[in-house]
């Protein structure tokens, strides 16, 4: 079975699984609890989840319920990250619905005019995010970013897959990088890591530069 072949074949395993579970979606957090909560995580992440430096991610504006999951996977080991290690080690399931609860609520802010020397490589992201790829001698087929992420980037907030509109581009192409390379794993089905078999270091530095410009 081909890449592209798998890679269709977990995203639809993804969908189901995700139906079929829906029933069990933790209860809506509390914004109030979760803007006080958020006190802990300011240094980095901005006082209303926008982010002052592109090392740490902008969480302002992103779906609630991946950001819980993100939380709980960090506390359980399936996400690795020293930093946050400590950050939720304290925190309850219903912290985590209510910081997700909290950041969803804020409004991410856009990215700075795309310089000219810039807009070449934005475009080429904005085809590959929009339209995925069709595989060729020397390429691999590439789905389409938007059918799981949204047209405008928003994400799919049911389905648990982030917004990536405004995000800083160094942190998105970090991100792409560790599941291409497996440094990151916590994806249902391994749907980024397949994907990320197909994007080469330019994809990732377009994909990551048109994610960050979205308008």
Do not use: W
Request: net charge neutral.
């Amino acid at each position: 079975m081909n890449l592209s072949i798998r890679l269709v074949s977990a995203l639809v395993l993804s969908m189901v699984q995700l139906v079929a579970h829906a029933s069990d979606a933790p209860v809506a957090g509390d914004v109030a609890a979760g803007k006080a909560k958020s006190a802990m995580c300011m240094a980095c992440h901005g006082q209303d989840g926008n982010s002052p430096s592109n090392a740490f991610p902008s969480i302002a504006g992103q779906n609630a319920a991946y950001i819980a999951k993100q939380l709980q996977d960090y506390k359980s080991g399936k996400r690795v990250n020293a930093l946050m290690v400590g950050m939720v080690a304290s925190l309850s399931a219903e912290d985590m619905q209510n910081l997700g609860a909290f950041y969803a609520s804020q409004q991410i802010k856009a990215q700075p005019a795309v310089a000219e020397d810039m807009r070449a490589l934005v475009e080429q992201g904005r085809v590959l995010y929009q339209n995925g790829r069709a595989a060729t001698g020397t390429t691999s087929a590439l789905a389409a970013c938007s059918a799981c992420h949204g047209a405008a980037g928003f994400g799919n907030a049911p389905a648990a897959y982030p917004a990536l509109r405004g995000q800083h581009a160094a942190y998105t192409e970090l991100m792409l990088k560790a599941f291409r390379d497996g440094a990151r794993s916590n994806d249902l089905n391994a749907v980024m890591r397949q994907a990320g078999q197909s994007l080469s270091d330019d994809d990732i530095r377009a994909l990551a530069a048109y994610a960050a410009n979205m308008q």
